[in-house]
């Protein structure tokens, strides 16, 4: 009688879940659908051509740094440094190379960078959405 260990018996396991979990966790975009965020948190996808790119680099570090801020903020990490592995994400989004783009929980593109931002001006970009200033005042929806 052969039994599968636990891991092969389950299914994957969810991102969202995962990340409601641990807001700290970095997704890889293969990994996730945009979709299943939406009214949940705040994508913000960082692109490169490799994951030894500087610019993704200097951005991932940046990000995590300062992850417990982004964290307030709902925001999920997520990476992806393959351009011939076209993930939904990449197909979606199209960057031309090193890019970061913010998400909002409606759904739709806030922020389009091609070069690597600092986490406050980030948060700044995030506190000035209406969805935002509402969850700042209480009224989280």
């Known amino acids: 009688l052969f039994v599968a260990p636990a891991a092969f018996a389950q299914d994957a396991p969810d991102p969202v879940a995962q990340w409601q979990d641990d807001h700290t966790i970095v997704f890889e975009a293969r990994d996730v659908v945009l979709a299943d965020f939406r009214w949940i948190a705040r994508p913000v996808v ?23 801020e982004l964290a307030l903020r709902d925001v999920v990490l997520i990476t992806d440094t393959d351009p011939d592995d076209l993930s939904d994400i990449r197909r979606t989004l199209r960057p031309r190379a090193f890019m970061l783009a913010l998400i909002g929980k409606d759904g739709q593109i806030k922020l389009r960078t091609p070069h ?26």
């Not at 960082?46 to 417990?68: H, K, M, N, R, Y």
Request: aromatic share 6%.
């Open 46 to 68: 960082v692109f490169g051509e490799s994951p030894f790119e500087p610019q993704f680099q200097q951005q991932l570090e940046l990000l995590t740094a300062q992850i417990d």
């Open 116 to 141: 690597p931002i600092e986490v406050d001006a980030l948060n700044r970009h995030i506190d000035r959405m209406p969805m935002r200033k509402r969850e700042m005042r209480g009224g989280q929806d």
